[in-house]
């Protein structure tokens, strides 16, 4: 299993901006896929946004044009930019790594937007 930890989750005001961390363990360019999932209260985990290891991103059309995903190759770490946050965004950030072998998560950080 990869091990991952995700950063950067807080309480923000609508149309305020945050950005987070997911720090993996191992070399992101063994990992197939890293993505970005949410989970409201009440719904269904989400695909938020994923980038595979040739750098190919995909989004969900709520987060289009408003979230980016990207990487940095160097720290093995993935990150999620968002701004335009709206409170329907409020949910818990999973990070998650799908190799051949193995599909790994990250514990979650809340995304609180609320004014």
């Known amino acids: 299993q990869v091990q991952l930890v995700e950063s950067g989750g807080g309480l923000v005001q609508p149309g305020g901006s945050l950005r987070l961390s997911c720090a993996a363990s191992?070399?992101?360019?063994?990992?197939?896929?890293m993505g970005w999932y949410r989970q409201a209260p009440g719904k269904e985990r989400e695909l938020v946004a994923l980038?595979?290891?040739?750098?190919?991103?995909n989004y969900a059309d709520s987060v289009k044009g408003r979230f980016t995903i990207s990487r940095d190759i160097a720290k093995n770490t993935v990150h999620l930019q968002m701004i335009g946050l709206n409170p329907e965004d409020t949910a818990v950030y999973y990070c998650?790594?799908?190799?051949?072998?193995?599909?790994?998560w990250g514990q979650g950080t809340q995304v609180t937007v609320s004014s």
């Open positions: 980038i595979t290891n040739s750098g190919t991103t």
């Open positions: 191992v070399n992101i360019f063994s990992i197939y896929v």
């Open positions: 998650n790594a799908k190799r051949s072998f193995d599909n790994s």
